[in-house]
Each structure stands twice: as C-alpha cells, then as structure tokens.
C-alpha cells in the first residue's frame, strides 16, 4: 500500500512540475508576443515622425515661431531614439536566463515599449496639431 501511495505522489508531482513548466512557457510566449504587438503597432508610425520632421522644418521657413517648431522637431527625434534604441537593445532570445528572469525581463521591455509607442504618438500628435 505504501509503494502505491508513493507512486502515486511521485506521478502528481510528476504532472504538477510539468504544469507548473507548461504555464511558465505560456507565459513567457504571451509576454513576448504582447511586447512585438505594441513594437509592430507603433513601428510603422516610424515614417509619420520623418515626414512630420520635414514639415516641420519647411515650415521654420516660412514664421517665426521658430521655438515651438524646434521643440516639436526635438520631441519627434527623441521618440525615434527612443524606439531605434529599444530595437537594438531588445534581446528575443533571451539566452541564459531563467524562466523567471526571461518572464522579468519581458515584463520590463513590455513597459519600455510602452513608454516610447506614449512618446512617439504624443510627438506626432503634437506636431499634427501644429501643422493643421
């Protein structure tokens, strides 16, 4: 009786541990993916900042409100530095880390993204708004 009752807690923790792995991995597909849908939501707004930029300084031109174009320009290049150093420092694979290291570090690149897709849509809107 006690070598059933053994084998059966070893075939429980057995299938807890292989849970408990399963939702780790889950996790970490679901944060990873959440991270790339806001990178590719904001991405292609990339071009908007460029084009804005060019605007903008034709428009320094033409008044003389020079200061608030500058501004403008400026918050729309710190929002591209912003995502081109996400970019570079975004690491997918994530070699050598721990699930729960990867699961932190998604949840943190989750966040930055975050900031700077904020950063780019203020920026464009902002110098949308000028320009109208």
Same mark, same amino acid.
């Given at each position: 009786? &006690?070598?059933?009752?053994? &084998? ?10 292989? !849970? ?9 597909? *679901? %944060?990873?993916?959440? +991270? ?5 939501? !904001? #991405? /292609?707004? #990339?071009?908007?900042? #460029? $084009? %804005?930029?060019?605007?903008? @300084?034709?428009?320094?031109?033409? +008044? ?6 500058? @501004? ?8 591209? $530095?912003?995502?081109?150093?996400? #970019?570079?420092?975004?690491? /997918? @694979?994530?070699?050598?880390? +721990?699930?729960?290291? &990867?699961?932190?570090? %998604? ?14 849509? *203020? ?10």
């Amino acid at each position: 009786m &006690k070598l059933i009752l053994v &084998k059966f807690s070893l075939i429980l923790l057995s299938a807890f541990f292989i !849970v408990a792995c399963g939702s780790k991995e889950a996790d970490i597909e *679901k %944060l990873k993916s959440e +991270t790339i849908a806001i990178h590719d939501e !904001v #991405m /292609p707004k #990339m071009d908007d900042i #460029m $084009k %804005l930029k060019k605007s903008l @300084r034709n428009e320094m031109d033409s +008044t003389q409100s020079n200061e608030e174009i500058q @501004r403008l320009i400026i918050s729309l290049e710190e929002a591209d $530095k912003a995502m081109m150093n996400w #970019m570079r420092n975004y690491d /997918p @694979r994530m070699e050598n880390l +721990t699930e729960e290291e &990867k699961i932190e570090y %998604l949840n943190e690149q989750k966040l930055s993204i975050s900031e700077v897709s904020k950063k780019m849509n *203020k920026s464009i809107s902002e110098a949308e708004e000028y320009l109208k």
